[in-house]
C-alpha cells in the first residue's frame, strides 16, 4: 500500500482523537487527499466528539436539514459573537427543520469553558444548547477543506484563521451551500436562514430567488417552464422578459 493511499484511509477512516508520534501535534495533511466538495456532493462523514456527546455525522444529520459552521479556536472575539447570534436564532432554524452544529479547532474541555463566556456575551439571554465539534488535529476542518492556501500551508502550525466554513447540507445528506470566510469578517446569520429559506422554497415549488429576496417575495419561474405551464403551476405572473418572469411566494 502506497504511503498516499495509508494517509488516506487512516484519515477517512474516522476523525475520532488519535495517538500521535512522540512530538507531534497534527497529522501530515495533504491536499490531494481531501475530498472534492462541491454543490450537490455528498458532505463528508465522520465521528467525533462534541459538547452534546459523541457522533456520527451522517446519523447526526438524520432527516434534518444541518447548518455547520467552525471557527479556528475558542475563546476568540469575532467567533464568540457569531456563536451567541446563532444559538439566539435558533427557534428560527427549528421551525424550518434545520438543527445547528459548530466546529472549533480545540478539545472538548476548552469548548465546555467558552460556552459560559458566549451565553454571558452574545446570546441575548438565550440558552446555548447545540454541540460544537472538538477538533483540536484538525482532521474535520481539513477532511471539509476550510482553510486557504496560507492556512492549509500553516495547518500544523498554530491558529490556522481561516477555519471559518459555514456548510448547509439537507436531509440527504447534499451539500447545497459552503462559503469561508476570512478572519476579519463576521457571518451573517440572516443571511444563512434567508438561503435555508430559498433552497427549500425551490425544493418544493422549482421556483428561483432574485437578488436580495426574502420569504414573501416575488420569485422568479425558471426559464424551462413555459407559460402555459408556468399559468397552471403557479397562477398570475409577470413577464418583464421571456427569460425573466416573477410570480408570488407561494410559501410565504
Same mark, same amino acid.
Given at each position: 500500500?502506497?504511503?498516499?493511499?495509508?494517509?488516506?484511509?487512516?484519515?477517512?477512516?474516522?476523525?475520532?482523537?488519535?495517538?500521535?508520534?512522540?512530538?507531534?501535534?497534527?497529522?501530515?495533511?495533504?491536499?490531494?487527499?481531501?475530498?472534492?466538495?462541491?454543490?450537490?456532493?455528498?458532505?463528508?462523514?465522520?465521528?467525533?466528539?462534541?459538547?452534546?456527546?459523541?457522533?456520527?455525522?451522517?446519523?447526526?444529520?438524520?432527516?434534518?436539514?444541518?447548518?455547520?459552521?467552525?471557527?479556528?479556536?475558542?475563546?476568540?472575539?469575532?467567533?464568540?459573537?457569531?456563536?451567541?447570534?446563532?444559538?439566539?436564532?435558533?427557534? =428560527?432554524?427549528?421551525?424550518?427543520?434545520?438543527? *445547528?452544529?459548530?466546529?472549533? /479547532?480545540?478539545? @472538548?474541555?476548552?469548548?465546555? #469553558? &467558552?460556552?459560559?463566556?458566549?451565553?454571558?456575551?452574545?446570546?441575548?439571554?438565550?440558552?446555548?444548547?447545540?454541540?460544537?465539534?472538538?477538533?483540536?488535529?484538525?482532521?474535520?476542518?481539513?477532511?471539509?477543506?476550510?482553510?486557504?492556501?496560507?492556512?492549509?500551508?500553516?495547518?500544523?502550525?498554530?491558529?490556522?484563521?481561516?477555519?471559518?466554513?459555514?456548510?448547509?447540507?439537507?436531509?440527504?445528506?447534499?451539500?447545497?451551500?459552503?462559503?469561508?470566510?476570512?478572519?476579519?469578517?463576521?457571518?451573517?446569520?440572516? =443571511?444563512?436562514?434567508?438561503?435555508?429559506?430559498? *433552497?427549500?422554497?425551490?425544493? /418544493?415549488?422549482? @421556483?428561483?430567488?432574485?437578488? #436580495? &429576496?426574502?420569504?414573501?417575495?416575488?420569485?422568479?419561474?425558471?426559464?424551462?417552464?413555459?407559460?402555459?405551464?408556468?399559468?397552471?403551476?403557479?397562477?398570475?405572473?409577470?413577464?418583464?422578459?421571456?427569460?425573466?418572469?416573477?410570480?408570488?411566494?407561494?410559501?410565504?
Amino acid at each position: 500500500m502506497s504511503f498516499r493511499l495509508a494517509t488516506y484511509l487512516r484519515t477517512a477512516k474516522s476523525l475520532r482523537p488519535a495517538t500521535l508520534p512522540a512530538g507531534a501535534r497534527f497529522y501530515s495533511f495533504k491536499a490531494e487527499d481531501q475530498p472534492r466538495i462541491r454543490i450537490g456532493s455528498t458532505a463528508p462523514n465522520f465521528s467525533a466528539q462534541t459538547t452534546g456527546g459523541d457522533i456520527d455525522f451522517h446519523n447526526f444529520i438524520g432527516d434534518k436539514w444541518t447548518v455547520l459552521f467552525s471557527h479556528p479556536a475558542d475563546f476568540t472575539p469575532v467567533c464568540t459573537t457569531e456563536l451567541g447570534a446563532f444559538a439566539a436564532l435558533k427557534d =428560527e432554524f427549528t421551525k424550518r427543520n434545520a438543527q *445547528l452544529i459548530a466546529l472549533s /479547532a480545540d478539545d @472538548l474541555q476548552s469548548h465546555k #469553558d &467558552w460556552v459560559q463566556d458566549i451565553e454571558d456575551t452574545s446570546t441575548s439571554g438565550k440558552a446555548f444548547d447545540f454541540p460544537i465539534i472538538a477538533d483540536p488535529e484538525r482532521k474535520v476542518a481539513f477532511l471539509y477543506d476550510m482553510v486557504d492556501q496560507q492556512g492549509f500551508e500553516n495547518i500544523n502550525k498554530g491558529i490556522a484563521f481561516t477555519i471559518r466554513s459555514v456548510f448547509i447540507i439537507d436531509p440527504n445528506k447534499k451539500v447545497r451551500l459552503f462559503i469561508t470566510y476570512p478572519a476579519s469578517t463576521g457571518r451573517n446569520s440572516s =443571511e444563512i436562514l434567508r438561503v435555508l429559506d430559498s *433552497l427549500q422554497l425551490n425544493d /418544493a415549488t422549482g @421556483l428561483v430567488t432574485p437578488i #436580495d &429576496w426574502e420569504a414573501g417575495k416575488d420569485v422568479i419561474i425558471p426559464p424551462s417552464v413555459k407559460n402555459e405551464d408556468a399559468k397552471k403551476k403557479y397562477g398570475d405572473f409577470k413577464e418583464l422578459k421571456p427569460y425573466l418572469r416573477f410570480t408570488k411566494d407561494p410559501v410565504n
